[in-house]
């Protein structure tokens, strides 16, 4: 299903989208590496989910465990550094590019009766403003393992 999911999203605006991360990620040459996964997940966002590096690592029990080639293992400093230089640039328009397309997307939904094609779009495009505006400290998995990660987040947080 998110095989579907992917084709049309890449169909009706997804494609120009995916283009835009790839443009910023090569304007940003030496953080390419890091936002290679955004723009991967920019082109396919279903089946996907994102989840936040310190609750991957309380999922894993090994929070002092740094992965070769990730900045997210970097000081807090340089995460926020970047997360700043992302934003002041290519976050804000990013950003925008997923409210605009997302608007227009469920506009698309409520005018045309393309509920099928246009809502799931749209509820996509306003799940990626977030990774688009702050990439830094995300990591990008399978959905199940977003969700697991997430509940076990929430029990660790709550003490059950």
């Not at 590096?53 to 090994?62: A, E, G, I, T």
């Not at 830094?136 to 987040?153: H, Q, S, Y």
Request: proline letters at 6%; one cysteine or more; charged letters at 15%.
């Amino acid at each position: 299903m998110s095989l579907l999911g992917n084709i049309i999203w890449l169909i009706t605006g997804g494609l120009f989208i995916g283009l835009g991360y790839l443009i910023f990620a090569i304007l940003f040459f030496p953080l390419l590496p890091f936002l290679w996964p955004l723009v991967k997940y920019s082109f396919a966002p279903f089946g996907k989910g994102v989840v936040r590096r310190s609750d991957l690592n309380k999922y894993k029990k090994r929070e002092d465990e740094d992965s070769v080639g990730n900045i997210d293992g970097a000081s807090s400093v340089v995460r926020f550094l970047a997360n700043t230089l992302w934003i002041l640039t290519a976050g804000i328009i990013m950003a925008l590019a997923h409210l605009m397309a997302g608007l227009l997307q469920l506009a698309a939904c409520i005018l045309i009766v393309t509920i099928p094609l246009s809502l799931p779009n749209a509820l996509a495009n306003f799940r990626m403003i977030g990774p688009a505006f702050r990439p830094f400290g995300l990591v990008i998995v399978p959905k199940a393992l977003a969700e697991e990660i997430r509940i076990g987040a929430a029990k660790q947080n709550l003490g059950i």
